[in-house]
């Protein structure tokens, strides 16, 4: 009889311990903002999202600098999809005051044209959309 209860006290115990866990989806859908200014830097910021395991899907906006993404949080996590960014020279903005910079031996080896922490780069795309 005493194992009995106590096998139905550790059942229940797990119950309510698997019930308080954070329910990871397949295909959760998530957004954020990284710098960047142009074509390439889309190829750079999309390639380096997918080349992560568990990215099914990712499309960065050059406009708005939105990159969305479709992961399967059993397989990864967003922190590791944003490090594997920052990796090939692309800043992730949190807020505007905080962002996570992509080191500096990654940005310097990004093409001059991609430079976007430069204000004439910046200016340069935006005349030329204006075109």
């Not at 311990?17 to 954020?32: E, G, H, M, Y």
């Not at 990712?58 to 397989?75: C, F, G, S, V, Y």
């Not at 996570?100 to 795309?125: F, G, L, S, T």
Request: hydrophobic letters at 35%; one cysteine or more; charged letters at 30%.
């Amino acid at each position: 009889m005493k194992k009995n209860i106590i096998g139905i006290v550790l059942l229940c115990i797990a119950f309510s311990i698997q019930a308080q866990d954070v329910k990871k989806k397949r295909n959760a859908k998530v957004t954020f903002e990284v710098d960047g200014v142009c074509g390439m830097c889309k190829k750079r910021i999309e390639t380096a999202a997918l080349k992560t395991k568990g990215v099914k899907f990712a499309l960065w906006n050059p406009a708005t600098h939105q990159l969305n993404l479709i992961i399967d949080e059993h397989k990864t996590e967003v922190n590791k999809v944003q490090k594997n960014i920052t990796e090939v020279g692309h800043d992730i903005v949190l807020t505007k005051e905080k962002k996570i910079i992509a080191p500096a031996k990654a940005y310097n080896a990004v093409h001059p044209c991609c430079k976007y922490r430069e204000e004439k780069v910046i200016q340069d795309h935006k005349e030329t959309k204006n075109d």
